[in-house]
């Protein structure tokens, strides 16, 4: 049962004061407008937004159906009315991308391996090897040297470089879907992400990636993957793609990777036990791999929406924080007891309504902060962080004045909000602005209670990590007001009714008062980024703080 929702206090006035007066991280002063302003969001309005934004009329808001585009005109209209400027493509709120859907035709792949006296042996698709769909390339042919990277991991400042005096230039590199144990939940979640490791196989000049898959199952049906392409369709942005240079993307069964090493004169399971030990393992491979396959590509248009309040610094005005939520979410899909419209109203209506009040906020207070503030609502997060991929490596101000992302996404405010995890704030300074927000509060900072979700990598500020720019992410924490009772224990039973299921509507359970209190929160994480002189940074020698000198990925 969900414990009562309890409203924001004379306790929280209280601390309100006291921040005023002595503010931990930053001395930054909390005036009484901005008080005031801060205690007018108000629940009717969070309400309202949701309940617009997950209307059976949106029918679940998917890219490139009407249902969507009333969302874009509805955020559209609400930064027109407070008042913020367009800050989108040629001075419009909106910023186009086109949605590109690749998908494979099975029956034309073969793939063959040779060995280094011409014997070949053919491999069976779906068995011993899997292919991804090329989203630049329609019909693919490549015959390619193999080699063997480990984890397939380049990280000097962990200890771990499977690309150390490794020649992959040309060649199809094979790695363990796997990551070294031990690692914290956001380096786990990182390294273990295909996206990652075709990056780093990418980095090193190979020309294609294939992961060995234990339990490698045959797909069902032509398999499909989606990136987001710039407007002429000549370059994919996207961060589940590293580029063209990547021809051929799949995966092959621990029977297949036997197979490559039977010439090889090693002796696999030797160098799968030093993995393990975190020692070097990689080798190059005998013989060559023959690849063909053909994709077909469907290409939609979609946008994201932007809009912006100016910093009154005369430096650092041209420097940004970007606060993101996904506009996006499934579309109509298999019904579950009769219906069959995926609404996302926690996931996303509930992020969209938090970045629209935040907005009001700046608004009301009339607060123009050093720093200048985006909100930039983005599509296609549930294809796989699309509209973010794009927006952060092709975004409407200089990509090199963007220093922080604060992302909202799903908050889960079913039951009062008393702790707090800020995915990713540990690997920089943001940590500092929320640890101000926390202390201002009254909330708790816990680490992730499900290291296991991953969810560092699949929301839209991992998006702007990839490009170097320190963002965090900011989930429920445990803690809640009857001790002994964790809120994980409410959570897991109600993800698995809720989560991507067309059961998440405007019916379902909220508390608006945690809502308004989850507003608070990220409203005073960005001001703070945005008030400080000093520029967010990277922890020293973080994995990564490193992608922005190409140090490591």
């Known amino acids: ?166 020649d992959v230039k040309g060649k199809i590199v094979i790695v363990m879907r796997e990551v070294p144990d031990g690692l914290p939940s956001t380096l786990t979640a990182h390294f273990g992400n295909q996206a990652s490791k075709m990056k780093m196989a990418a980095n090193n000049g190979a020309i294609g990636l294939l992961l ?63 993995l393990k030990q975190k020692k070097n393992a990689s080798c190059a491979l005998p013989g060559s791999l023959q690849l063909s396959f053909e994709s077909i590509h469907e290409d939609i248009v979609s946008d994201n929406v932007a809009g912006m309040i100016p910093g009154k610094d005369p430096v650092l005005k041209n420097e940004y924080v970007v606060h993101t939520a996904h506009l996006d979410h499934l579309g109509i899909g298999r019904a579950v007891n009769g219906d069959s419209i995926y609404n996302g109203a ?34 296609a997060e549930e294809m796989g962080l699309l509209g973010s991929s794009y927006f952060a490596s092709n975004p409407s101000v200089p990509k090199n004045n963007i220093v922080a992302n604060v992302n909202t996404d799903m908050p889960t405010v079913i039951a009062p909000l008393l702790s707090v995890v800020p995915l990713g704030a540990e690997h920089s300074s943001l940590l500092n602005d929320v640890r101000f927000a926390t202390n201002y509060l009254g909330l708790d900072i816990e680490k992730d209670p499900e290291p296991e979700q991953n969810r560092f990598i699949r929301s839209d500020q991992y998006s702007f990590v990839m490009q170097g720019i320190p963002a965090l992410h900011v989930k429920y924490g445990n803690k809640m007001i009857t001790p002994g009772i964790s809120l994980t224990t409410i959570v897991q039973p109600w993800r698995a009714k809720y989560y991507h299921q067309p059961a998440d509507g405007i019916d379902g359970i909220f508390d608006f ?4 209190r989850y507003i608070l929160l990220n409203f005073l994480i960005g001001y703070s980024i945005a008030q400080n002189k000093t520029r967010p940074s990277w922890n020293n020698g973080d994995v990564f703080g490193n992608i922005v000198t190409r140090k490591e990925f």
């Open 1 to 166: 049962m969900i414990a009562k929702p309890i409203s924001l206090p004379l306790k929280l006035a209280l601390l309100f004061h006291i921040a005023s007066i002595s503010c931990t991280a930053q001395q930054l002063k909390i005036d009484s407008r901005t008080r005031i302003a801060m205690n007018k969001v108000d629940t009717s309005s969070i309400k309202s937004h949701i309940w617009y934004l997950a209307d059976d009329k949106l029918k679940g808001r998917l890219p490139g159906t009407a249902g969507f585009q009333l969302a874009v005109d509805y955020v559209t209209d609400q930064f027109r009315k407070m008042g913020l400027q367009p800050a989108g493509n040629s001075g419009k709120f909106t910023q186009s991308l086109i949605i590109r859907k690749s998908t494979l035709l099975k029956a034309t792949v073969m793939s063959v391996i040779r060995d280094e006296a011409g014997n070949d042996d053919s491999l069976i698709y779906g068995k011993d090897i899997t292919i991804q769909p090329h989203p630049l390339i329609s019909k693919q042919q490549l015959n390619a040297g193999i080699v063997f990277a480990g984890y397939g991991i380049e990280a000097p400042s962990l200890g771990i470089n499977d690309y150390e005096n490794l």
């Open 212 to 274: 060995v898959d234990k339990n490698l199952s045959f797909p069902a049906g032509n398999v499909s993957s989606n990136v987001a392409m710039s407007p002429d369709k000549s370059e994919a942005m996207s961060w589940n793609y590293s580029g063209k240079d990547i021809r051929v993307m799949g995966s092959i069964s621990l029977a297949t990777l036997r197979l490559l090493f039977r010439n090889s004169g090693k002796n696999l399971q030797a160098l799968l036990n030093s």
């Open 346 to 379: 926690h996931d996303n209506a509930s992020g969209i309504s938090s970045l629209l009040e935040i907005a009001r906020i700046y608004k009301q207070a009339r607060l123009q902060p050093k720093r200048s503030v985006l909100f930039v609502l983005v599509t």
């Open 513 to 516: 008062e945690a809502a308004k």
